[in-house]
Antibody, heavy 121, light 113 residues
């Protein structure tokens, strides 16, 4: 059974940093593109970042480019999102999700339960 | 960047009746090399992560009831729930995966009338 378990969320002050983790199991981690999607309280889904399974290429939404960094440790079957220079508008539940392919043109068939990031002083 | 829009923002449908949601992309998401539309639909119930319902605009994910169907091509797409059940109350999102940055529509809330 595919499982994705996020961790690392919490309360952080504006300008601070956090690192989110997503532990994956039940599938060959290296074979799939992985993504982070966030959802601000009461709002819709916002795609944040993606790392391609085929070659590790990374992609970012303009709203986080230069502040967030996605990475993966294939030896630990873990996806990461480093969040720097956090702003109030980054407050959201952050979901990791598994792509259906190893390419960037992929939708996402399995999602974690999410981890809440709150940016506030 | 491709922008996704959905209509309506919300709708209420009687049990057993049809629900129809529209999704439009700001440019075509039909890839000519494989003749596939890079459009997915997700369902999100309160307190839960999204669930993939449909991909390639019209292919149902395994285990999704056949009352859910997707149609459309190019820039205009539709999700239809043929006979609304109580468990279908949720927000529905379309998503383009034709090219990064990937984008979701703003969502459509479906309720029981």
């Amino acid at each position: 059974e595919v499982q994705l378990v996020e961790s690392g969320g919490g309360l952080v002050q504006p300008g601070g940093s956090l690192r989110l983790s997503c532990a994956a199991s039940g599938f060959t981690f290296t074979s799939y593109t992985m993504t982070w999607v966030r959802q601000a309280p009461g709002k819709g889904l916002e795609w944040v970042s993606m790392i391609r399974g085929s070659d590790g290429d990374t992609y970012y939404a303009d709203s986080v480019k230069g502040r967030f960094t996605i990475s993966r440790d294939n030896s630990k079957n873990t996806l990461y999102l480093q969040l720097n220079s956090l702003r109030a508008e980054d407050t959201a539940v952050y979901y990791c999700a598994k792509g259906v392919s190893s390419y960037s043109r992929t939708c996402f068939d399995c999602w974690g339960q999410g981890t809440l990031v709150t940016v506030s002083s | 960047d491709i922008v996704m829009t959905q209509s309506p923002d919300s709708l209420a449908v009687s049990l057993g009746e049809r629900a129809t949601i529209s999704c439009k992309s700001s440019q075509s998401i039909l890839y000519s090399s494989d003749n596939k539309n890079y459009l997915a639909w997700y369902q999100q119930k309160p307190g839960q992560p999204p669930k993939l319902l449909i991909y390639w605009a019209s292919t149902r994910e395994s285990g999704v009831p056949d009352r859910f169907s997707g149609s459309g091509s190019g820039t205009d797409f539709t999700l239809t729930i043929s006979s609304l059940q109580a468990e279908d109350v949720a927000v529905y999102y379309c998503q383009q995966y034709y090219t990064p940055p990937l984008a979701f529509g703003p969502g459509t809330q479906v309720d029981i009338k």
